[in-house]
């Protein structure tokens, strides 16, 4: 049972639609937000990363989608889970944001304010130019993030984080 009236799950998709493909955490918070996903909250962050913080307080489960520029093809998914995996600073460095995702779960791991169970998306972008409207293989990537993303959902609704049972399906 849960000690909050916040819904277990959160997914925050981080970006600047003003720079292309830095939209597509975004494109997949808004298209999964059109989904009306139960006992979920879909947010969107287009700050530096340290405000994640505070928009993931009070949730058991967190989703952080992002692009990211790290030279692999366009279109490339990373995913991650923490824990146990660490957040590579050579994908998730800052970018268009001045403090990264990887330096914001290692503070908040560090201020005890890191939920249960993290998982971290990010999508290889082209194009971080001015401008509105991301990339196709960005895009095409972006829907499969998004589908990806509601089977997450669904399993960490069924994981007990109170007890430490990890029976998620998709979850190491």
Same mark, same amino acid.
């Given at each position: =049972? =849960?000690?909050? %009236?916040?819904?277990? +799950? ?8 003003? *720079? ?7 494109? $997949?918070? *808004? #298209?999964? *937000?059109? *989904?009306?996903?139960? &006992? ?12 994640? $913080? /505070? ?7 967190? $989703? !952080? +989608?992002?692009?990211? %520029? ?7 998914? @990373? ?15 800052? #970018? ?10 290692? !503070?908040?791991?560090? !201020? &005890? ?5 993290? +998982? +971290? @998306? ?7 130019? =001015?401008? /509105? ?8 990537? #972006? ?7 509601? /089977? ?21």
């Amino acid at each position: =049972m =849960m000690e909050t %009236s916040s819904p277990p +799950v959160c997914v925050v998709g981080i970006g600047n639609e003003y *720079r292309r493909d830095d939209g597509a955490g975004l494109f $997949i918070a *808004r #298209s999964l *937000r059109k *989904r009306q996903m139960p &006992n979920t909250a879909i947010k969107e962050h287009q700050r530096e990363a340290t405000g994640l $913080i /505070e928009q993931w307080r009070d949730f058991k489960a967190v $989703i !952080l +989608v992002d692009a990211v %520029s790290s030279g692999a093809a366009p279109g490339t998914i @990373y995913r991650f889970v923490i824990p146990p995996d660490e957040l590579p600073k050579s994908i998730f460095y800052a #970018s268009t944001h001045t403090f990264g995702i990887a330096d914001c779960l290692e !503070l908040a791991r560090t !201020l &005890n304010q890191l939920p249960p169970r993290v +998982v +971290v @998306y990010g999508i290889e972008g082209r194009d971080f130019q =001015m401008g /509105e409207g991301i990339s196709k293989e960005v895009l095409l990537s #972006s829907q499969k993030v998004t589908d990806d993303i509601q /089977e997450e959902i669904d399993d960490l609704l069924k994981m007990p984080f109170n007890t430490g049972d990890s029976s998620c399906t998709r979850c190491p």
